[in-house]
């Protein structure tokens, strides 16, 4: 197998400005496409002396520089069940699908579970890497296996749910084992019978509006709601670049959220999964009087402040400079320390 197939050219000196959603404009001195597994084998089996950057569809991350490794760009399709019965499906997508086409495949099948998760850019393959998550659901509740190839020899290897080590915007391929494996595919576990998470107080007040009683609920009305409230708060790349989130919410201990309680009434936050308080870091970047700054191309969006935004020919390194001087600001005013979601590539 090794060295038996024929990998798509290796470009040189590759424009990236159109395969990343803040629109930096940065080169990769070197550009590969990979196209199937056994491409991936392949080309892993030998790995390039130099760094690689394996891209998905490049919605979070920040190219700071031009990249003067090996940009691996992961195209590999195709959707299949794998097996089902009258209650649950188990669906295998490759890395390279789109995710939100992908939910609409699932949403028109009736397959229920990822509905919440419907428009957040990028492919299948990224969405363990932060273990995507919105309007009240993970996708780490519906992955069964995660299949990646090794980027150090190739050789193929199979990740339980548990061996992912998910956690909020995290997993161990954010973490232990960022870089070390390619993955090639996600299988999910998804349910014919939905069981519907409208708890998330926007989701409800959308599905009001739109005039849907708890008894129509459907899957597609949850995805239309969601896909509504997106589109009303956060800024198409299409239209201004960005990254989503560009920080985590923090999750400070109990006592350090009471003591900012004590202080910002109507702060918000959340019990999170460990037993500590996550605050809402859109909130404290506000109060920290950053939203709608603009200086140059390079600001915090008008209508969320989480999220950082290039109006055109913004720099990496200017947006990260402005991340650097939103973390200190927060830290000065609120004693909290937010740490960037987005992938910083230097
Ligand atoms: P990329 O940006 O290409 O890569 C992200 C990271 O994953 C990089 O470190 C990359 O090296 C690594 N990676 C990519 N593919 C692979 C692979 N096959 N194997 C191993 N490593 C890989 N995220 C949420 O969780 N929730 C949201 O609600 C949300 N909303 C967003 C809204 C907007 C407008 C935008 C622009 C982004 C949003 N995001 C959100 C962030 C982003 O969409 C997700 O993190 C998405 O999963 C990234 O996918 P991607 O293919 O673009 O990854
Ligand atoms: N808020 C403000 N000012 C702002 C932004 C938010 O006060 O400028 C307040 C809101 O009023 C609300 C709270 O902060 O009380 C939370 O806001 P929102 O519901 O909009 O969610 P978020 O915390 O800003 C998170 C995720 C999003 C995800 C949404 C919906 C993180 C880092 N971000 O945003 O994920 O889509 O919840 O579930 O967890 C992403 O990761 O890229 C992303 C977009």
């Known amino acids: 197998m090794v060295g038996s ?13 159109k395969l990343n959603t803040f629109g930096i404009s940065a080169k990769a001195a070197k550009f590969v496409k990979i196209e199937s597994v056994e491409e991936a084998q392949d080309f892993f089996a030998n790995p390039p ?13 920040l190219l700071k520089n031009d990249f003067e490794g090996v940009v691996v760009y992961n195209e590999i399709k195709g959707i299949k069940v794998e097996s089902e019965d009258s209650e649950m499906v188990m669906i295998r997508a490759n890395a390279g699908e789109n ?7 699932c949403i028109e099948k009736g397959y229920a579970g990822i509905e919440n998760l419907s428009l957040i ?9 932060q273990n995507i998550g919105a309007y009240g659901v993970e996708v780490k509740e519906v992955i069964e296996s995660v299949e990646a190839v090794s980027t150090i020899d190739g050789s193929l290897r199979v990740f339980s749910n548990n061996e992912c080590e998910f956690d909020y915007r995290s997993s161990i391929f954010k973490t232990r084992l960022k870089g070390k494996y390619f993955i090639t595919s996600v299988n999910f ?3 014919k019978t939905p069981s519907f998470k409208t708890s998330y107080g926007a989701i409800q007040e ?9 008894s129509a609920l459907t899957i597609k009305a949850v995805s239309d709601a969601v896909i509504a409230i997106r589109q009303s708060k956060l800024p198409d790349p299409k239209e201004i670049g960005n990254s989503g989130s560009f920080f985590k919410n923090p999750i400070v201990p109990t006592a350090k959220y009471e003591e900012l309680k004590a202080k ?9 999964a460990d037993g500590q308080m996550k605050l809402a870091a859109g909130w404290l970047i506000e109060q920290a009087g950053w939203k709608g700054f603009r200086e140059g191309d390079y600001g915090v969006h008008q209508k969320q402040a989480l999220v950082l935004v290039n109006y055109g020919n913004a720099t990496g390194e200017e947006i990260y400079y402005l991340s650097e001087r ?10 909290v320390l937010l740490e960037r979601e987005v992938n910083i590539i230097s």
């Open 206 to 214: 959308q599905l009001a509006k739109m005039g849907i009683a708890e």
């Open 326 to 335: 939103i973390i200190r600001s927060v830290e000065e005013k609120f004693g």
């Open 264 to 272: 910002h009434e109507n702060m918000p936050a959340y019990p999170s």
């Open 121 to 129: 850019p990028g492919k299948v393959g990224a969405s363990p890497m």
């Open 5 to 17: 197939l024929s990998l798509s050219p290796m470009e040189e000196n590759k424009d990236l400005s």
């Open 49 to 61: 002396k130099e760094e690689i950057l394996i891209l998905g569809g490049g919605s979070n991350i």
């Open 99 to 105: 995710w939100h086409e992908f939910v609409m495949h």
């Open 189 to 191: 576990r998804l349910q």
